[in-house]
Nanobody, 120 residues
């Protein structure tokens, strides 16, 4: 069993900052890719950022220069530092991980989601 637990969401004013965290736990051998997705009301879930075990990152054009993804491989934790937040960043943010269990199987896992609201 693998579980992803997100934290750090909340209400912030435009131009403010938030830092999201996602910790993976369970029978994990290694995690290749970790990332963040978001889903706003009336829209489909979209990719925000990803990071592989070697450190290479990928960002959606809408967040480049404002968001920074990082990870602590020893703790199986991924972070998303969000700066200069805009109203259009309002969404439920979901953590994602492609993990190999101690039994040798590879699976994709999702967190429950954490709400980020940017409003005056």
């Amino acid at each position: 069993q693998v579980q992803l637990v997100e934290s750090g969401g909340g209400l912030v004013q435009p131009g403010g900052s938030l830092r999201l965290s996602c910790a993976a736990s369970g029978s994990i051998s290694s995690i290749n890719v970790m990332g963040w997705y978001r889903q706003a009301p009336g829209k489909q879930r979209e990719l925000v950022a990803t990071i592989i075990s070697g450190g290479r990152t990928n960002y959606a054009d809408s967040v480049k220069g404002r968001f920074t993804i990082s990870r602590d491989n020893a703790k199986n934790t991924v972070y998303l530092q969000m700066d200069s937040l805009k109203a259009e960043d309002t969404a439920v943010y979901y953590c994602n991980a492609n993990a190999i269990t101690k039994y040798g199987s590879s699976f994709t896992y999702w967190g429950q989601g954490t709400q980020v609201t940017v409003s005056s």
